[in-house]
């Protein structure tokens, strides 16, 4: 979708996804939508609220030892 330009949708759309994997309670899940919000966050110049989920997925990535992730996240 970004890609295509509707980055608007896309936000919406991983908004959808972070809230079921944090009420599947998925941590690797959760990690993962948590950094690709924030990532499209930030490509639309939502800076503040990116690096929120930045961070949350940073944390998470950390406590699960995954070095990688966590690294993207920086």
Do not use: P
Request: with cysteine; hydrophobic share 35%; charged share 25%.
């Amino acid at each position: 979708m970004i890609r295509l330009g509707r980055v608007k949708e896309a936000i919406e759309l991983l908004r959808g996804c972070l809230h079921v994997a944090q009420v599947g309670g998925d941590e690797k899940e959760h990690a993962y939508a948590a950094y690709r919000l924030g990532w499209t966050l930030c490509t639309d110049g939502h800076y503040d609220e990116a690096l929120t989920h930045l961070q949350v997925a940073r944390d998470l990535y950390s406590a699960q030892q995954d070095l990688g992730g966590s690294a993207r996240c920086d």
